[in-house]
Every structure is written in C-alpha cells, then in structure tokens.
C-alpha cells in the first residue's frame, strides 16, 4: 500500500469509529476526510507548486537580473534532475554541508545577489518562504522515482551525520523531549498520527522521501525546514534558525540512514 | 518551574566543559565529528528563542543530560547512575498537602485531552494541558489516542486504591523519572506544567469508579 492509501485507510478507520466521539470532533475530522478525498481526486495540489517553483527557478530576478538556472545544486550548474535525491551534501565552494533550502539561499546571493536574511526571517508563510517552499516543490519533483543517495564520503560529511545522530537524541525543554521521544521506537502514534521510526532505514525513508509535500488539512506546501520548524515546536524547544546547521544535521541523518529508498517527492499529506 | 533551577544549578551546562568531558568519554559512539564544542557550537547558532521557548530550554539538566544519550543510559554499566537519577527525581515529589489524592474526574478528563501549552505560539498565559492522550489510551470512549506510554483504560479498577498504588501514580504524574530515569513521559509537576489541583483531577480520572476509565467493561448497547 502505498502512503496515500495508507492515509486514507487511516481517515476512513476515524470516520468508522468517530461515532463514539464527540460531535465537534466529528465533524472536524470528517471534514478533513472530504477535504483529503477531493484533493486525490484532483491529483496531488503540489503540482501547482511545482509549477510556480520553475517559474521562480527560470526567471531572472535579483539585484543581478539573474535565473537559478546555472545554479549548482551538487550535480554541475543547472543540473535539477536527481540532485534533491543525493542531498544534504558537502559542497566545496561554501565548504558547508547543504540541504537544498540553504543551497538555494547560496545560489540567490551568488547568482542573483539577493540578501538571504530576508528569506531566513520570514514566517513559513509570508512570500520570502512562499518562494522557497515553492522551489523546494519544484526541485524535488525532479528527483521522484529516484534512489536517495547520500554518501559520507567528505569528513565534513561524516561529521554532519554524527551532529544529527546527536541532535536526534538531544532532550531538553520542559517536556524532556528529544525527536527520539516521538520518533524512537517502532509503531506508536500520537493520537492517531503515525509515527515513523526515524532511526531504522524504513522509518527514514518513510520520512524522508515523502517531503516537501502538500498537506491537505493546512492547504499548504511544506519543505523539510517547515517540517522540522513545527515539530521543534512540538518538542517545545525554541525556534531553530532557517537553513541552521542543527536543521542540516538532523536532515543529513534521516537522509543517510534512508540511503537507497525511492524518493516520493513531492509528497501529499493530511 | 523552582526545582527545575534548582537542579540546574549541580548540572551540565549547554557548553559547559563539564559535559564535554563526562558526555564525550562515554560516548565514543558518536564520532569524531560530533565533539562536544561542534555539538555545543551548532545549538548555539541553530536556535533562536521565541515566545515562551527562551533558548534557556537547550540547557539540561542532569536527567536529559544523561538521557540523551539512549545506548549508553540503557547499558547495564550505567545501572548505578540510573538508579541515583531516579532518586534525585524521587527527592522532588511533594505528596498532596491535605492528604486527599482524588479531585473532579470530569475536570481531569479535561486536562488529559488537552495538548496546549509551553510551545512558541502558545501565550504565557495559556493553560497548560496534561498531554496525556497523546500518548495513552484512557477513557474507552476516546478513540483518538497515542500509543507512547501504556493503555491507562480501567486503570483503578484493576488496581484498587491502596495507599503504594495511589503513590506510585502521583509520584509517575509529578515527576515521571523518579521510578524511571529516560521515561518517555514529561515530568508534569515537578517541571511545573500542572499543579497540585490538576494533578489531583489526573488522579481522579485514573481512580475515580465513576470515571469512565474504571466503566465496566461490556457490550455496548
């Protein structure tokens, strides 16, 4: 089953079962069903993005009046196709390790001569980021169907990958909370969202390959920074720093430990 | 939030070269690149705090410190340091004040399905939730509930309201490390996020034999 379907078998076992639950809840759930089902019908809404995505990526813009389109996202200048899957990566003109958000602000200050903060600082749904999550769709549609591979092969690397490793079971807050704490076992949920086990090579690619997606109950496109933003959020730490290397890090281990599996981007979710 | 200082006073601060040291030389699982100054180095250039998240919330106390770092907490060679962790935790719990253990189930229910509080898009003076369905399953009727911690259904009922059982479940609500040091549960009183009331009308909700909770078990009509 794919994860589409999964979600909706998912939504149809809370409207079975919703009966027994309180009328507001109900409804709100039942809502979000029809909202999900319309929205698969309809293909998934991230294509918009998509398309709006290489608008952005191919127009010229920028202090510069500059495109992206020479812009080296790991595989030479202007090479989209399969670069999402082989990233984070260590990239030798910035001697940093990457994710695709922080390599796009890279290219729009070298190619276009923009100014990242304003990028940086924007909420995730104020036009800076609209712009990202945007190119975020784009770009990682052209590594569907692609294997994920991400090397450690540079010690700069290697070193990302253990930071991540780190960051994962990192607890703090008042809530003694680390990703491990939702994401470190097998099978368990939170209320009725499934959780995936981010430290085995299924749970990574369960997590990993499906995003940046659309989520439905939102109407929203999230990137992987969004993602992470919120479930720091959740975790009830502060705010992490857009494109911040504990972002990179923890993408850099779920990248790694999923290795080999399919990307799915990008993907569509409640 | 008072024990919370007070136990971060004896700890390991966010770059402090007491972590460093005790966290590194256990951990040579980690790797070379993830030395304690890269790692204390990215937390601090990573975060930003907003709201109620102040970026004080990166810095552990001794139980996160410890836990965090899972393959070596779990190992039988830590077994003593588990054990005085969870007494420091144990030292923490204050028994209620008037000697009553149960308050309004009802208001308890209420508490348990709440998941607000201590977030950054949460107001400082938002009501704290308990969280707790997030993680267990507890009334039979609420079918939207998290599988992190154990079913709590008919809890009181298989149980009974011995004066140890009543202790071990406000001790696991106050502070949840004092009878397991890297528990997955929140230390609901002893971090400050509910108080003594509210843990009361927890206790109720889990005891109460009118609480749904302890509702007899049969086929629904």
């Given at each position: 089953m794919d994860r589409a379907s999964v979600g909706i078998m998912a939504f149809l076992a809370v409207s079975a079962a919703a009966v027994t639950v309180a009328y507001a809840q109900k409804d709100a759930a039942q809502d979000s069903i029809e909202a999900y089902r319309e929205a698969l019908q309809d293909g998934n809404p991230a294509e918009l993005y998509e398309a709006s995505g290489e608008e952005l990526w191919k127009t010229p813009a920028g202090p510069k009046a500059a495109s992206l389109e020479r812009c080296d996202l790991g595989l030479g200048p202007g090479v989209v196709k399969g670069a999402y899957a082989q990233l984070p990566r260590h990239f030798a003109d910035t001697d940093r390790v990457q994710d695709l958000e922080s390599r796009l602000l890279t290219c729009m200050q070298t190619l276009q001569g923009k100014?990242?903060?304003?990028?940086?600082?924007?909420?995730?749904?104020?036009?800076?980021?609209?712009?990202?999550?945007?190119?975020?769709?784009?770009?990682?549609?052209q590594s569907k169907d692609a294997p994920i591979a991400v090397t450690l092969a540079h010690p700069k690397e290697q070193a990302m990958y253990e930071l991540g490793k780190r960051m994962f079971n990192y607890q703090g807050g008042p809530y003694d909370f680390a990703c491990a704490t939702c994401?470190?076992?097998e099978g368990t949920r939170i209320r009725l969202q499934e959780l995936p086990y981010i430290p085995s090579a299924k749970g990574a690619a369960a997590g990993w390959s499906s995003w940046p997606a659309y989520r439905v109950s939102a109407g929203q496109m999230w990137s992987m920074q969004w993602r992470l933003n919120d479930c720091f959020r959740q975790q009830r730490f502060p705010e992490p720093v857009y494109t911040s290397d504990a972002t990179i890090a923890l993408s850099m281990y779920m990248a790694a430990t999923a290795n080999g599996a399919t990307m799915k981007t990008p993907g569509i979710k409640r | 939030m008072k024990h919370f200082a007070l136990l971060a006073a004896a700890l390991l601060a966010l770059a402090g070269p007491a972590l460093s040291q005790t966290v590194l030389s256990q951990t040579a699982g980690w790797g070379p690149?993830?030395?304690?100054?890269?790692?204390?180095?990215?937390?601090?250039?990573?975060?930003?705090?907003?709201?109620?998240?102040?970026?004080d919330r990166l810095t552990q106390d001794e139980t996160q410190a410890f836990c965090s770092n899972p393959v070596l907490a779990a190992s039988p060679a830590a077994a003593a340091q588990r054990q005085r962790i969870e007494a420091a935790n144990m030292a923490t719990v204050k028994w209620p004040s008037d000697g009553q253990w149960l308050g309004d189930w009802k208001q308890g229910e209420a508490l348990a399905q709440s998941g607000r509080g201590n977030t950054w898009s949460d107001k400082a003076d938002t009501p704290n939730g308990g969280n707790c369905y997030n993680c267990h399953q507890i009334s039979p009727t609420e079918i939207s509930y998290g599988t992190i911690g154990p079913s709590l259904t008919q809890y009181?009922?298989?149980?009974?309201?011995?004066?140890?059982?009543l202790k071990a479940a406000w001790a696991k609500i106050v502070n949840a490390k004092a009878s397991n040091a890297c528990s997955n549960m929140p230390r609901a009183g002893h971090m400050g996020i509910l108080g003594e009331t509210q843990i009361k009308h927890l206790m109720a909700l889990l005891f109460d034999p009118k609480s749904p909770v302890n509702a007899q078990p049969g086929p629904t009509k």
């Open positions: 100014d990242p903060k304003p990028y940086i600082e924007a909420s995730f749904t104020a036009p800076p980021k609209e712009e990202m999550n945007a190119l975020a769709a784009y770009i990682s549609g994401h470190g076992q | 690149g993830a030395d304690d100054a890269a790692f204390s180095r990215m937390l601090a250039s990573s975060f930003k705090g907003k709201g109620v998240a102040t970026i009181g009922a298989l149980r009974g309201q011995g004066e140890e059982t």
